[in-house]
């Protein structure tokens, strides 16, 4: 698995990645070189190994380029979600500790609020325009020397989760050596698993900052391949992008299937996918009758796989043995699941708790969060992230829901993922969310919310339909005691529900 510099020695004119909607190609040439010049000025602004940065920024061709000059001087950098606001991108620019900021000119709104706002942050740069108080990026880069620095070490990302349940957490991996072109930890295991290689043509169809996108992409470049990447995502962008530059690999969220199946039968014929050789999705559930279509339709390419980003562990399960374990995340890569109850004791085949994994690949930590990283293992060394499920007796996970997210109405544990998962699978339906609201009877009741796929069908004559869909597939207890419609649910682009935002306008309105 050579570094991305020696693969620009080898085949200076092969492409690195591709953006997809304007056709710039990066050769991997052009990126060693491009990626040389980001150190130098790194190194000019007096970063050393072990500093911090952070990027603020769109899918665009300099993404890459930091992110890999970031990874061979030392640095520990930072992506930040582009939907934050203000005060959440500070508080990540504070903890993070972050000595140097870049954003993309689309986001200055709140990229030049944050000047006087956060200390510690020496030097501001922007990304493809020009704002008051940042210098130009480019400008910047233009007059480095791109020649290799003279100490190249080996840098990480640290990417902070998603807050959905909480304030985000940086999640820190310490490099596994200080060799700057080894491949790393998640390269080894992951691209064999895989089959990343030279002849790998890897569809990236999500934002860059989040950690799958961010990770398997740099796994392509470590194994000489090549990346199409989405600016954004568009069901039937990503179709023709596949056709157009025969895509092996992709890596998708549930949702994004969900988008794609809802396309019109005519739609989606247009366009050949038969070069796919591994869909690879994680990152939420995937409703069963959501996957059987895929694998209907793409064949039986379709990966899934469960980890985090801690990476404590990760199970993986490909297409025929998923057929006969429908609903399974998989059996272990690395790492051994574990399911325990709410006492630590560990539980049989088929008992629900929380999931916890044993023989860690990686050893993270929350940055400067010591309580909150000792809280994340347990007194034998295991760790989890606070996920429900449970083993078969074949040692196959099964994931139910978050621990933060199970609903408890009358005494009785109810997981919002199985009704969210039934409820997507209406033809009305384009998106939902499910959580617990506050009762007096029965401490809580389901409530639904839904994005309807046409909001002239947010009516109470559609509510009543669908409850009793739900009433003809679900016991009971599961049926939500209120459905309410919304014309757009926060989902961010990882695929996932920021249910808090959700939970917390309903307990006020309660209030």
Sequence with gaps: MPHFSVTAKETPAKPAYIMANTGEVITYAELDSKSNQIAQLFRLCGLRKGDHIAMMM????????????????????????????????????????????VASAALDAVATQLRGKVAGIERFYMVGGISDGFESWEEAVDVMPNLPVDDQF?????????GTTGKPKGIFIPPATEIFDAPGTLTGSLAPAFGFGPETTYLSPAPLYHAA??????MVLDTGGTSIVMERFDPESALALIEEHRVTHS???????????????????????????????????CPIEVKEQMIEWWGPVIVEYYSSSEAAGFTIIDSPTWLTHKGSVGKPLFGVPHILDEDGNELGAGEIGTVYFSDLQNKFEYHNEPEKTAQAYNERGWSSCGDVGYLDAEGFLYLTDRKNFTIITGGVNVYPAEIENVLIGHAKVADVAVFGIPDDEFGEVVQAVVQPA????????TAFELLEWLRERLSSIKVPKNLDFNEQLPRMDNGKLYKRHLMEAYKNREG
């Excluded at 840098?155 to 989760?161: A, F, I, K």
């Excluded at 046409?454 to 004559?461: G, L, P, Q, V």
């Design 213 to 218: 996108p961010l990770h398997y992409n740099l």
């Design 454 to 461: 046409n909001w002239a069908d947010a009516t109470d004559e």
């Design 58 to 101: 769109v899918n665009c061709s300099e993404f890459l380029q930091i992110a890999t000059a970031a990874m061979r001087t030392g640095l520990i950098f930072t992506p930040i979600s582009t939907h934050l606001k203000v005060d959440e991108t500070a508080y990540i620019l504070e903890n993070c500790g972050a000595k140097l900021f």
């Design 251 to 285: 890596q998708w969220v549930p949702i994004m299937f969900v988008r794609m199946l809802k396309l019109a039968q005519e739609v989606r014929a247009r366009y050949d996918v038969s070069s796919m050789q591994i869909a690879i999705h994680a990152a939420a559930p």
């Design 154 to 162: 080996m840098g990480s990302p640290m990417l902070y989760s998603s």
